[in-house]
């Protein structure tokens, strides 16, 4: 069974759909948010990753959740993910650590290598940082053998689900000063730029929807995820970019995000209408290797 496609794996796979590029991917990438609104043990993630790993490529911890929990369970998560081909963030929580001093983020960034971790996501949503002090974040993340994911975003005070009435009379930035900080982290080497929601689709009344576009055409599509954790809001992006756009959504929202992006199913204004047209797709995508694992030991 080891050479069989991803499309022979489906239950159906007589059926075409948009399919996913074999991971790693550079775009389409799908990052979903682990333990935080809810929690999440290895026997919860399992399921996930056993049901719909293969549209899995990242797991973000939120709110420094990981740092409440014990460290064999942190350990056996982050094991599990990669086991599936899945890479671990840190979330944006290297901003509370920020407030302890350099001392506690040279031993945070080594604690997260420790652990398994991939990617240390860079934030600055609550707290202002110059941005040559953010560089050197993400060079020191680099230095450990990480990859740094620094987040941009328009909205100051962003993070933590706060209101929109609140955050109003914070203000926010102009675009292109967040794109010109963009540049600066991709040129620094980067592994990807995440885009703050807030100030853009969230806790705002009406949708900045010039802020994408503007990312989009600075940057490509291919260094860019946009936090999009709200079914209105990813079905959107999938409208208007297609479903090669990278997305971050809550990991319930899995199956839902990857109908869309395959193409079959969707609101009124999607259904039938997010198409592909790769002719070579199909025969060359391969299983990843940990499903080309799974499949050798059964």
Request: include cysteine; aromatic fraction near 10%.
């Amino acid at each position: 069974m080891q050479g069989q496609s991803n499309a022979d794996q489906r239950a159906m796979p007589f059926l075409r759909i948009n399919e996913p590029m074999p991971k790693p991917r550079t775009r389409g990438i799908t990052e979903i948010r682990g333990p935080y609104y809810t929690v999440m043990g290895t026997r919860y993630l399992q399921d996930v990753l056993e049901t719909a790993g293969e549209y899995v490529d990242s797991l973000k911890f939120a709110g420094g959740s990981f740092s409440l929990m014990p460290r064999q369970a942190v350990k056996d998560l982050i094991d599990l993910c990669h086991a599936h081909d899945v890479l671990v963030s840190t979330g944006g929580f290297i901003e509370y650590v920020l407030t302890q001093g350099p001392d506690a983020v040279r031993k945070y960034i080594d604690a997260c290598k420790n652990l398994g971790f991939d990617i240390i996501e860079v934030s600055s949503g609550f707290i202002t940082i110059p941005i040559d002090d953010w560089l050197r974040l993400v060079e020191a993340v680099q230095k450990a053998g990480l990859k740094a994911k620094p987040e941009v975003g328009i909205q100051f005070g962003a993070g933590g689900a706060t209101v929109a009435a609140e955050l109003e009379a914070e203000g926010t930035r102009a675009p292109e000063y967040a794109i010109e900080q963009a540049k600066r982290f991709i040129d620094a080497g980067a592994y990807m730029i995440m885009i703050e929601s807030e100030g853009i689709t969230e806790s705002v009344e009406v949708w900045r929807s010039d802020v994408p576009a503007k990312f989009v055409s600075a940057l490509g599509l291919e260094k860019v995820m946009f936090e999009a954790a709200d079914p209105a809001v990813f079905a959107w992006y999938v409208k208007n970019y297609g479903p090669d756009v990278n997305l971050f959504v809550d990991h319930s929202q899995i199956v839902q995000l990857q109908c869309l992006r395959a193409g079959i199913w969707g609101t009124k204004s999607l259904w039938g209408r997010v198409l592909t047209y790769r002719p070579e797709a199909e025969r060359l995508a391969q299983p990843s290797p940990a499903v080309a694992r799974r499949q050798a030991a059964s």
